[in-house]
């Protein structure tokens, strides 16, 4: 078990369009994935960890500003740091999710409430 690297944050955004617009033309951020209307992955042109805009959890929308980032870690042995997180009585946002689509996924809330995404390759 251990944390590797920071590999994403994912912001839920509510006008999809309008967000993938301004990270690309006012960011200047290139697009490496995109699912119309629902995802996009986005990278710095200096490469490190990328920043995903979501539509597919419109309940984690916060009506605050600033409130609907999710950073999310790479691990080395997906099984043991889910185990690991259920012994010390972490508390998980959803059922793993992902494995239909070649990656594996939990979300844990950090002692405030603050989503925190584990992952690592589906194999």
Known sequence: MGVQKVVMATVQVR???ACVTWYTDVLG????ALEPGEFCVLSAPGGGPVLALATDHPERISGQAGSGW???FAVDDFDAT???FRA?????DAEEEGADEGYRL??????EGNPIGVTASAR
């Open 106 to 111: 939990v979300r844990v809330r950090d002692p």
């Open 70 to 72: 999710t950073p999310t």
């Open 88 to 92: 010390a009585g972490a508390t998980f």
């Open 15 to 17: 006008d999809f369009d």
């Open 29 to 32: 951020l290139r697009v490496l």
């Open 82 to 84: 889910v185990a690991a």
